[in-house]
């Protein structure tokens, strides 16, 4: 089979490679699609990833091909996608019932490989059986919707009001993500910041008037923030990873604020001490975003979650799936590359190199 393999940092290519055979409790995967993360970027060509030679592409959803001794026939022929996360279900998290807190996991396309690839395996554990209204590009797409859907529900738990003020920082898939399951939500007071002209269309396209979009390159978002709205927002959704990007939020942020921190980091963070002294004297709550919990539940919870139903009880994965019925949640609209994989490492260059404006870079097969 073809596979684009990561052999040492910058090298990559697409190879021949013998088709992997899976494990006992996983299952043959064909891909049919997976999304470049920003964060694959990075990975190929400045970090490397946990061990190389190795497969990367951790976003993807197919078709079962194959099943290992131990799991279902019944699996075969399912369409999927996938949870990458993968618990080690030893360590005090795990036990503790928190395995997407797992604290010596492995992980579908950076510590094994990954996705691509016209085939992966993954554990029979970690799939979701896709609804038939829902796309392989669209579910290739539900790993980080599920990331989002973690940020999201954080504003939902803590009890941020619905006509509350709201500001989304940083307008890349995430961002654009967590906008659109705010707005899905039931959320109308949003503001956004982003930092290029184009983003404007992206937001109007999602009922975000161009008077609610702050150009972090042409004006202070403070300023701009306190000029918008008085007593401070209420929740601000940092989806950049900057330290800057951070401050804005703790500066504009009101009394007793949910600060929700998505964006990996870029560099070290460091608050000066009146910040320091604005997360005291105001009582922010600031909350951390670590990927996404996953569960295989059943039937009838999953139905419910897809009504609306019982949310609170569900993981993140099948709650924000629940959000993709009736396409409440249009994430095919965030789709502006599809490549095939023989040239997919034109999409690993549009967005190293930042020639073309992209959201979400797809491989098709």
């Known amino acids: 089979m073809k596979a684009w393999r990561l052999n040492s940092i910058g090298d990559i290519g697409l190879e021949d490679v013998e ?10 995967i064909k891909v049919k699609a997976a999304g470049i993360c920003g964060s694959d970027i990075p990975r190929i060509y400045d970090t490397g990833a946990h061990k190389m030679p190795l497969t990367p ?22 369409r999927v996608a996938v949870y990458p996360k993968i618990p080690c279900g030893k360590c005090c998290e795990c036990r ?24 992966v395996t993954a554990p029979a554990s970690n799939l979701l059986v896709l609804p038939e209204d829902v796309g392989f590009e669209e579910a290739a797409m539900l790993e980080p919707l599920a990331v989002s859907g973690n940020a999201v529900r954080k504003a939902v738990n803590y009890g941020t009001p619905k006509e509350a003020p709201i500001v989304v920082c ?39 008037s161009e008077d609610r979009f702050c150009s972090s390159r042409e004006t202070s978002p403070v300023s701009w923030i306190n000029s ?10 940092e989806c950049v990873g900057r330290d800057e990007s951070i401050s804005y939020g703790l500066d504009s942020a009101g009394s ?44 009838e919870v999953i139905d419910a979650a897809m009504d609306g139903l019982n949310e609170a009880e569900v993981d993140d994965w099948n709650y924000v799936l629940g959000r993709m019925k009736d396409n409440k949640v249009n994430l095919n609209s965030l789709i502006s590359h599809r490549f095939r994989i023989d040239d ?19 491989m098709v097969i």
Request: proline share 2%.
């Open 228 to 237: 918008k709205v008085q007593g401070g927002i209420k929740a601000y959704f």
């Open 344 to 362: 997919l490492e034109q999409g690993f260059q549009i967005m190293k190199n930042k020639t073309e404006d992209y959201c979400k870079v797809m």
């Open 170 to 208: 940083g307008l890349g898939t995430i961002g654009l993500m967590t906008l659109m399951l705010l707005i899905e939500a039931g959320y109308d007071n949003i503001y956004v910041i982003g930092n290029k002209l184009s983003q404007v269309e992206k937001v109007a396209r999602l009922g975000i």
């Open 19 to 28: 088709r992997p055979k899976p494990g006992a409790e996983e299952v043959l």
């Open 57 to 78: 592409g951790h976003e993807f959803a197919g078709i079962v091909d194959g099943v290992g001794d131990e799991v279902s026939s019944e699996w075969v022929g399912k």
């Open 96 to 119: 503790n019932g928190n395995p997407n807190m797992c604290e010596t996991y492995d992980y579908v396309g950076s510590r094994r490989d990954g996705a691509f690839a016209e085939f």
């Open 256 to 299: 007793s604020g949910l600060i929700v921190l998505v964006g990996n980091p870029y560099s070290d963070m460091t608050f000066s001490r009146d910040t320091y002294w604005k997360i005291l004297r105001k009582q922010l709550v600031l909350s951390g975003v670590w990927n996404s919990s996953f569960a295989q539940v059943a039937n």
